[in-house]
């Protein structure tokens, strides 16, 4: 089975703090991504990645950046963390997808971050 | 781009079946569905590809209506296993998946 690991579950921090999110996942899979979840908003994409140093811009990039240097590992990084980004995080990650078609994603048991 | 559903929100009997939409405003080549338990990260259901192809796990199936670019989830003698949020997702890219704001089910005994 794969497994997505996020490296907390819940996690506080104080307006204006640099806050890393980790994932690690342990079946060779080229792409990652990371989410946020929203009530009633549903799961909005923030980056994604294809490949190791890879990167690309999901829906909601704006006050994130993401990092990937290792395969198995996709950090999310608040560069100064603001109360609007209060939520729930979730990482994923898929095999390539077949022509047009993507891949099943796994996901992480998400990250529920809180910013005071 | 994101995909519209509907309901946003269905209680049920155990028993009672339902249909989840998922409706896009682009042409589509697959759509996959989800479902996500209180508490417990999303997980993958089926994957519906262009043709019309109809899939099912356990007593949910899907299909896929390549004219109105939508795809409706069936849930069959629905069981209390049931409940949680169900998400359809269509391509962003070659890469990553548009999610839409999901279908919260609840099956009472």
């Known amino acids: 089975d794969v497994k997505v690991t996020q490296s907390s579950r819940y996690l506080v921090k104080r307006t204006g703090e640099k806050v890393f999110l980790e994932c690690v996942q342990d079946?060779?899979?080229?792409?990652m991504f990371w989410y946020r979840q929203d009530p009633g908003l549903g799961l909005r994409l923030i980056y994604f990645?294809?490949?190791?140093?890879?990167?690309e811009k999901g829906d909601i990039p704006e006050g994130y950046s993401v990092s990937r240097e290792k395969k198995e590992r996709f950090s999310l990084i608040l560069e100064s963390a603001s109360t609007n980004q209060t939520s729930m995080y979730l990482c994923?990650?898929?095999?390539?997808?077949?022509?047009?078609?993507?891949?099943?994603?796994?996901f992480g048991d998400g990250t529920r971050l809180s910013i005071l | 781009q994101q995909p519209v559903q509907s309901p946003q929100a269905v209680i049920l009997r155990e028993g009672e079946d339902a249909v989840i939409n998922c409706s896009s405003s682009?042409?589509?080549?697959?759509v996959h569905w989800y479902r996500q338990k209180h508490g417990e990260a999303p997980v993958f259901l089926m994957i519906?590809?262009?043709?019309?192809e109809q899939k099912g796990h356990e007593k949910i199936s899907a299909s896929f209506n390549e004219k109105k670019q939508q795809s409706s989830l069936y849930l069959t003698a629905s069981q209390l296993s049931y409940s949680g949020t169900y998400f359809c997702g269509t391509e962003h890219s070659g890469y990553a998946l548009n999610f839409g704001k999901g279908t919260s089910l609840l099956v009472t005994p």
């Open positions: 079946m060779d899979h080229e792409n």
């Open positions: 519906l590809l262009k043709g019309g």
């Open positions: 990645s294809y490949d190791v140093k890879m990167k």
């Open positions: 994923a990650s898929s095999v390539p997808g077949q022509g047009a078609f993507n891949q099943p994603q796994h």
């Open positions: 682009k042409a589509l080549y697959s």
